[in-house]
């Protein structure tokens, strides 16, 4: 887990015993995600319904002190806000894909935290579609930032292929 946490650029990591083999972050302090290798939908589900138990393990390490106020009777879906679940599934063939539209349909449930999931080849197939679909602000920083390094005026031409890469890279 920890080789995934490096590839997937992960800080803050946590693991708690109850979440075997799954990496609890908190990014810029404001986003939780809890990410697992998987091989079955059913395995995200079964996380996501261990996730109401663990609330108070879950604050007790999330760092912003806003998101960790104390309010009587708080709803977990009010706690966990900015929650993704995110089942990372390796396939070697295109066959071994999970079916799209129990895919979409489990993804479209954001009972207790919003579920990602994310098929791939290869370590290289992950982060790219990982930064893409959890982080895009990672690819917006390094256009800009590319750009902004060329210390050249905007020129409007410019301004277009930036905008239509940036619209590729959300799409």
Known sequence: ???L??????SDIHMFEEL???LVCNLNQDKVLII???TALDE????VYTLPRLKEKLRENIINTQNTAEVEDIHLSKFLWDMYVIG???IEYEEDRFNEVAVARFQRNRFVARK???EYMDNDELKTQFDQLVLPERSLNKLL???????SEYQSQEIDQLLLQIDEIIR
Do not use: F, G, R, S
Not at 44 to 47: A, G, I, M, S
Not at 145 to 151: D, H, I, L, S
């Open 116 to 118: 990602i999931i994310i």
């Open 36 to 38: 697992k290798k998987i």
């Open 1 to 3: 887990m920890e080789q």
């Open 44 to 47: 995200v589900q079964e996380l």
């Open 20 to 22: 075997n083999d799954t």
């Open 88 to 90: 990372l599934h390796q």
């Open 5 to 10: 946490a490096k590839l997937l650029e992960l």
């Open 145 to 151: 930032a590319a750009y902004v390094n060329k210390e």
